[in-house]
């Protein structure tokens, strides 16, 4: 199965308050930001034909050099930000003349753990099973159209900071971007996701309207139900109390 992994790198990192790209921000002695999503594709390879797409500004172009350096034998693409589209989704967008059958969207300031284990420098890229995030992900695509990968959670003063849904029996039923209330309806949030090729453009729209919370009924949407691969944690990089955290918890900070 061929699978194109997308990472969105156009932001510019205005919570980190970065004047270089927050995807290089070296987070200890050895790891930068990005390298915590290039775990999971080096971890799969062998498994799954892969390429990638970075999504990049054109001041950015050394993140791109980066993943390439990081991954030597894999394609690896480099497309500017559509400045017609907006937000994430319009970084993910982006790269739709370069989407194929089954995509996966990584980003590239945050930290996926598949399974159980001590606090690592590097991410945990196989559950109990032997499986890596890429293997779940490719397989529940085969069953559906639309994949989250999921952690459960239903504390408010989380999910109202993320892409909050619901989940119930492996599906997902409900999903809003940072909701303002009604948390109720929720138990978990995204980490990352995939889609195939025939379900992009739609998706694109739902989530350009779920970020900037315009009414729009999840149900209604063609790929309606989700699937729904459940991670073990996720963490989000983009403000630095994440960043000095995890530092105080693995013990290193970068050498000056």
């Known amino acids: ?38 775990s999971h594709i080096r971890a799969a390879l062998g498994r799954v034909d892969v390429k990638v797409v970075v999504v990049i500004r054109p001041h950015k172009k050394e993140v791109a050099e980066h993943v390439r350096l990081q991954l030597p034998g894999v394609e690896v693409e480099a497309v500017m930000f ?17 989407f194929s059958g089954a995509n996966l969207v990584l980003l590239p300031d945050s930290l996926l753990n598949v399974g159980r284990g001590r606090l690592a420098d590097m991410p945990i890229c196989e559950d109990g099973s032997g499986f890596t995030l ?45 909701p303002k209330d009604s948390f109720e309806l929720y138990n978990g949030y995204w980490g990352c996701f995939a889609f195939r090729e025939g379900a992009a453009e739609s ?15 999840f149900r209604e949407q063609s790929f309606y139900p989700a699937g729904a691969v459940i991670l073990d944690s ?18 290193g900070v970068p050498s000056q």
């Open 134 to 178: 890429v293997d779940l992900m490719a397989a529940a695509l085969e069953r559906h159209e639309v994949v989250f990968g999921c952690v459960e959670c239903s504390e408010p003063g989380i999910l109202k900071n993320l892409g909050a849904l619901r989940i119930e029996d492996g599906l997902v039923t409900a999903f809003q971007d940072k």
């Open 234 to 251: 996720y963490r989000d990089f983009g403000n630095w109390e994440a960043v000095e955290q995890y530092r105080r918890q693995v013990g």
């Open 203 to 217: 998706l694109y729209g739902f989530l350009d309207s779920s970020v900037f919370h315009r009414p729009v009924s």
């Open 1 to 38: 199965m061929e699978l194109t992994v997308i990472l969105p790198c156009a932001g510019c990192g205005r919570r980190l308050g970065l004047t270089t790209p927050k995807e290089l921000f070296k987070i200890s002695d050895t790891t930068r930001l990005i390298d915590f999503s290039i």
């Open 82 to 98: 559509d400045d017609s589209l907006r937000e994430w989704p319009g970084s993910v967008y982006s790269a739709r003349g370069l």
